[in-house]
């Protein structure tokens, strides 16, 4: 259906992807502005928060997909359906292997807050498919545009081979033009057939795939700072992971560069550094034992 053909009220645009991009302004702001966020802009980040992140994606991706392919039929969202342009889950397979080995699936965990944003697409895929549109804007749409921004700083902060391996989450082989593909996405959405109660259901639901993707945020870096408050590097916590027994954090994929990462510390490095004070400090040991032996002569 052509745009002049939908429902519009006082509030809202009459195109779906112009009353969605309104609708989500001020949670995109938000989402822009969480301390995760902000902090992977200024290239604040570790290997491990990048894996985490990546983990919690593969569960999103998984469950989005999962149910893309169930409604795939369905008139809500068929318009929509682009798996080879942009399903995301088998790049973040290949992503997670690279950096976690081939034992990935044993090694990642989801938290709680990805698991409550995996049990929505699951219950509106299930129940209510015609709100699936607004998750799979919120997400595809938003890899498209600030996706692409973000790529390129995790490129350079954790030194990921240019070749692109680690980053294929990022990289939509099938879209060769991003701006010119977000348009036909834009129009295909506005083609969908929705009356306006549906329609201000899907831009409620579109804000709180917003909601739910800063919670997943906030989480993940709670976890970080409450592990680095511990005095630990900035390694996965061992009651986030599964079945993994060991952490595979830096076996695959380059070493970490955010500055405050602490290294075990060596007993020797407790040993003044200069050969000076290390002599001295010898010598008086010598002369405190042999002084101690003639006293008790
Ligand atoms: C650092 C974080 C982010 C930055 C820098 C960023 C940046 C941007 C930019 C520049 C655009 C406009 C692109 C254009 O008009 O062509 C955009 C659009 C969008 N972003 Fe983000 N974004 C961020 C986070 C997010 C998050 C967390 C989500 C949701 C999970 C998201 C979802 C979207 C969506 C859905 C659009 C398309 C809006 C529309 O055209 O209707 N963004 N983003």
């Known amino acids: 259906m052509d745009s002049s053909k939908t429902h519009s009220s006082e509030s809202m645009p009459g195109d779906l992807s112009e009353a969605l991009k309104e609708a989500t302004k001020e949670v995109h702001e938000q989402a822009e502005s969480t301390e995760?966020?902000?902090?992977?802009?200024?290239?604040?980040?570790?290997?491990?928060?990048?894996?985490?992140?990546?983990?919690?994606?593969?569960?999103?991706?998984?469950?989005?997909?999962?149910?893309?392919?169930?409604?795939?039929d369905h008139p809500a969202f068929?318009?929509?359906y682009f798996p080879?342009?942009?399903?995301?889950?088998?790049?973040?397979?290949?992503?997670?292997?690279?950096?976690?080995?081939?034992?990935?699936?044993?090694?990642?965990?989801?938290?709680?807050?990805?698991?409550?944003?995996?049990?929505?697409l699951h219950f509106v895929g299930q129940h209510e498919p015609e709100l699936l549109v607004a998750h799979a804007y919120t997400r595809y749409l938003g890899d498209l545009s600030g996706g692409q921004v973000l790529k390129k700083i995790a490129q350079k902060v954790l030194h990921l081979p240019s070749t692109g391996e680690g980053l294929e989450f990022f990289t939509f082989e099938g879209v060769s033009n991003a701006t010119k593909f977000k348009q036909l996405y834009r129009s295909r959405m506005n083609s969908i057939e929705m009356d306006p109660a549906t329609k201000k259901r899907v831009l409620e639901e579109a804000k709180q795939a917003f909601l739910l993707n800063i919670q997943v945020f906030e989480e993940l870096q709670k976890l970080v700072t409450q592990h680095h408050e511990n005095g630990h590097p900035a390694q996965q916590k061992p009651e986030l992971r599964t079945r993994g027994?060991?952490?595979?954090?830096?076996?695959?994929?380059?070493?970490?560069v955010k500055e405050g990462k602490k290294t075990p510390i060596k007993h020797t490095d407790m040993l003044p550094s200069t050969p000076?004070?290390?002599?001295?400090?010898?010598l008086s040991f010598i002369v405190t034992t042999v002084a101690v032996g003639l006293f008790a002569m």
């Open 245 to 256: 027994t060991s952490s595979r954090a830096h076996e695959h994929g380059p070493t970490p």
């Open 276 to 282: 000076l004070v290390r002599w001295i400090l010898a």
């Open 36 to 72: 995760f966020m902000k902090n992977f802009q200024k290239g604040q980040l570790s290997l491990q928060e990048f894996k985490m992140v990546m983990a919690s994606l593969y569960h999103i991706y998984s469950a989005l997909e999962e149910e893309i392919e169930h409604n795939k």
């Open 78 to 80: 068929t318009p929509v």
């Open 84 to 120: 080879a342009e942009l399903h995301r889950k088998a790049a973040l397979q290949q992503d997670l292997e690279y950096f976690y080995g081939p034992l990935w699936k044993e090694e990642i965990s989801c938290p709680e807050a990805t698991q409550k944003y995996v049990d929505r």
